[in-house]
């Protein structure tokens, strides 16, 4: 009855995953190669964790 107020932590790192992919994509089109590779590299690592809190 109580999960109901509970968060999902999955759910709030899909959220800064969707953000930080829309950050990504006005870099990358900015010209900003660097900046897009962290980003994406921030966005796998978000996503590895995801995937780790979805299989339990």
């Known amino acids: ?5 509970k968060s ?7 959220k800064k995953r ?3 992919l829309e950050e990504a994509m006005h870099v990358q089109r900015s010209g900003d190669l ?3 590779a962290k980003k994406m590299e921030e966005i796998e690592a ?3 964790e ?3 809190l979805d299989k339990k």
Request: no cysteine; glycine share 0%; proline share 4%.
């Open 8 to 14: 999902n932590p999955a759910d709030k790192l899909r």
């Open 1 to 5: 009855m109580f999960s109901l107020f």
């Open 46 to 48: 978000i996503s590895s």
């Open 18 to 20: 969707k953000k930080l």
């Open 34 to 36: 660097k900046l897009y």
């Open 50 to 52: 995801i995937e780790s």
